[in-house]
């Protein structure tokens, strides 16, 4: 009686582990949160067993949640969808159906998941991309970059920039009947790190002659310098996107070499020469001072030197956007910044956009107080929540009056 009283007192506690996760008070629909928390977190567990074991990459065993969720291209009464490619890189393209009165605006949409997962397919995205080709009448192009592994930095970059490059070209803008003059880059998390990257490259391209009119970043990556900020200590453990598979996620952009990982994981993998750098990720400096009270201000410990010349894109502005000069912030058009307060994130979305505003550069903050990193995704059954088409209207209202 005692040893089944004992495994049932054990198999409750393994089962509260994986049910629990600290959600703020006010958020609506709480279970469906805590649900995907758990699936995710049992898949991460399973990753890591399977890595280990030398079964399949850690990432690999994560994919399979992408998999599962990816949808075929379906047209509707509003939209004509289709999968095909630009520039040789995949993308779901998204046309209304209805007449435009005009040219049309457009969008880039690049996919979170950590340059590691996700798809332009999956419902979600799927969802997310028809919302905003439907209700701004507008094209939007989903691109379906290249994955670590086994491709790195700058493949991701490259991918997106390449689709970008070619759809901005005269010829391809007409063909879709849209004004250039209309044109954003937009993208979740590390899609919101790309589009952030693509706009700062862009405004340096003399190739480019069509110049975008605004950018939209939802909760985006946008430095690796720092991997301790308040933020990814306040929520280190919060549901979507812990600490550990952040910096996983990091870690992966750049290489599988376990030392690289184990060097962010403990905030030690930048070499002492970044120190000209810091200035651009001080969060004592960028952050206000409701964020960083408690906290003590720091820099992370300077890291091996050799690790960093293997790995040149840990200070790269492409991978990590908040290591741009002003100068180079300053050519930038308006941009639209979605931080959530539950989210490893946050802070680097705060400071983008303290910085994009020293530069001069027009921004809309919306800080979502009750929300949490992939929150705009939650659209649709069984992973619907009504903050994020909450989210995703206040995002819509304010494409409609900026683009």
């Excluded at 990982?261 to 002492?272: D, F, I, Q, T």
Aim: glycine share 6%; with cysteine; proline share 7%.
């Amino acid at each position: 009686m005692g040893a089944r009283l004992l495994c049932l007192c054990l198999l409750t506690a393994l089962l509260g582990y994986y049910i629990y996760s600290p959600l703020p008070e006010e958020l609506g629909q709480p279970w469906s949160v805590v649900l995907v928390s758990a699936a995710l977190r049992t898949l991460a567990h399973v990753s890591e067993a399977a890595d280990v074991l030398g079964l399949m990459h850690y990432m690999e065993v994560l994919r399979l949640f992408t998999v599962v969720e990816v949808v075929p291209a379906t047209s509707d009464e509003n939209i004509t969808v289709t999968d095909t490619e630009f520039s040789s890189v995949p993308v779901r393209l998204f046309l209304p159906r209805r007449a435009p009165g005009g040219l049309r605006r457009a969008m880039l949409y690049f996919h979170g998941g950590g340059w590691c997962l996700g798809d332009a397919g999956m419902h979600s995205y799927d969802v997310l991309a028809r919302r905003i080709s439907n209700e701004l009448n507008a094209v939007v192009v989903s691109v379906n970059y290249r994955l670590a592994p086994p491709h790195h930095f700058p493949v991701q970059f490259e991918d997106v920039y390449s689709v970008t490059k070619f759809f901005l070209q005269s010829k391809v803008l007409s063909q879709y009947g849209v004004d250039p003059a209309r044109v954003c880059v937009a993208g979740d998390s590390a899609g919101g790190n790309l589009a952030a990257a693509v706009a700062q490259q862009l405004s340096e391209d003399p190739e480019v002659q069509t110049q975008l009119r605004a950018q939209v970043l939802l909760y985006p990556a946008l430095q690796a310098l720092d991997l301790d900020l308040p933020s990814y200590r306040d929520n280190a453990h919060k549901p979507i996107l812990p600490r550990s598979l952040m910096v996983r996620f990091w870690s992966e952009y750049f290489s599988s070499e376990p030392a690289l990982r184990e060097a962010m994981a403990s905030n030690s993998h930048v070499p002492a020469q970044a120190g000209e750098l810091w200035h651009f990720v001080n969060w004592s400096v960028w952050l206000p001072e409701d964020v960083t009270r408690g906290h003590r201000p720091g820099r992370p410990a300077w890291g091996d030197e050799e690790l960093a010349r293997r790995h040149p894109g840990l200070l790269d502005p492409r991978a990590s956007p908040l290591l741009a000069g002003e100068a180079r912030l300053r050519r930038l058009p308006p941009a639209f910044v979605l931080t959530c307060e539950h989210d490893v994130l946050r802070d680097d979305g705060l400071m983008y956009v303290a910085r994009l505003r020293a530069a001069g550069v027009p921004v809309t903050h919306h800080h979502a107080k009750d929300a949490f990193h992939g929150a705009i995704t939650f659209l649709s059954w069984p992973l619907e929540l009504a903050l994020g088409h909450r989210l995703l209207n206040t995002c819509l209202g304010w494409l409609q009056e900026n683009l």
